[in-house]
């Protein structure tokens, strides 16, 4: 079975743009979380998705966002980028949001510069 | 709602030595613990996780945890490590029921040292 796949790997972008970051999750996983890793806070909630509404989501503005299709593959977006933006963003999927245990992608290390 | 803290931020240890990553949390439910183990450029992977039953869970690589309520603690303890388990390690809660996200510690980087 495949695991979690997450595009781009790596992304370079410049402050004031904008970046769509894709996860595809598990086969039959439908709920998707997402992740921002920085070395001095560690890992982050985003939001979580499930049959395409958002379930939970974390402390972060607005330009922060994301969307689930109906095959479970998520999306999030993030406008106007800041330096700050940047971290490796992390993908998790489970079966569904009582699932205790998720499956993390590798990644989307994203630059702001 | 829940918090966790790993006591340190990194932790150097001698190849065959023992290892010791401290986990302490705060919740007013009942709650699942895991510890996931993140290798450099990799996404993290569920190293091993507490649901009920016996307090002392292991995983496939020799890595073993306690659960103790008393001390709202779960330490993850390796009797003699490889230069292999170079990694940051997470240790994460999440309530029985499922009503609120999954909340992971600030990690802790394991040095192994020759």
């Known amino acids: 079975?495949?695991?979690?796949?997450?595009?781009p790997r790596y992304l370079i972008k410049t402050?004031?743009?904008?970046v769509t970051l894709s996860c595809s999750p598990i086969s039959g996983h439908r709920s998707v979380s997402w992740y921002q890793q920085t070395p001095g806070q560690g890992l982050q909630f985003l939001f979580e998705y499930f049959s395409e509404?958002?379930?939970?989501?974390?402390?972060?503005?607005?330009?922060?966002?994301?969307?689930?299709?109906?095959?479970?593959?998520?999306?999030?977006?993030?406008?106007?980028?800041?330096?700050?933006?940047?971290?490796l963003y992390l993908c998790a999927s489970s079966?569904?949001?009582?699932?205790?245990?998720?499956?993390?992608?590798?990644?989307?290390?994203?630059?702001?510069? | 709602a829940q918090s966790v803290t790993q006591l340190d931020s990194q932790v150097p240890v001698f190849e065959e030595?023992?290892?010791?990553?401290?986990?302490?949390?705060?919740?007013?439910v009942s709650v699942y613990l895991f510890w996931y183990v993140q290798y450099?450029?990799?996404?993290?992977?569920?190293?091993?996780?507490?649901?009920?039953g016996s307090t002392l869970v292991e995983s496939i690589n020799g890595f073993e945890a306690e659960?103790?309520?008393s001390q709202t603690s779960f330490h993850l303890r390796k009797p003699s490590v490889h230069i292999s388990d170079t990694a940051?390690?997470?240790?994460?809660?999440?309530?029985m029921n499922r009503d609120d996200k999954i909340i992971f510690g600030k990690g802790t980087r394991l040095h192994i040292l020759p």
Do not use: H, I, W
């Open chain 2, 67 to 69: 659960f103790n309520k």
């Open chain 1, 1 to 7: 079975k495949a695991g979690v796949t997450q595009t």
């Open chain 2, 17 to 28: 030595a023992p290892v010791e990553l401290r986990c302490n949390y705060s919740s007013s």
């Open chain 2, 88 to 95: 940051e390690y997470f240790c994460a809660v999440t309530p």
């Open chain 2, 40 to 52: 450099p450029n990799q996404g993290l992977q569920l190293l091993l996780k507490y649901l009920s």
């Open chain 1, 53 to 87: 509404t958002q379930r939970n989501k974390g402390n972060f503005p607005g330009r922060f966002s994301g969307r689930q299709f109906s095959n479970s593959r998520s999306e999030m977006n993030v406008s106007t980028l800041e330096l700050g933006d940047s971290a």
């Open chain 1, 95 to 113: 079966l569904d949001p009582s699932g205790y245990e998720q499956f993390f992608g590798p990644g989307t290390r994203l630059t702001v510069l």
């Open chain 1, 15 to 18: 402050r004031g743009q904008q």
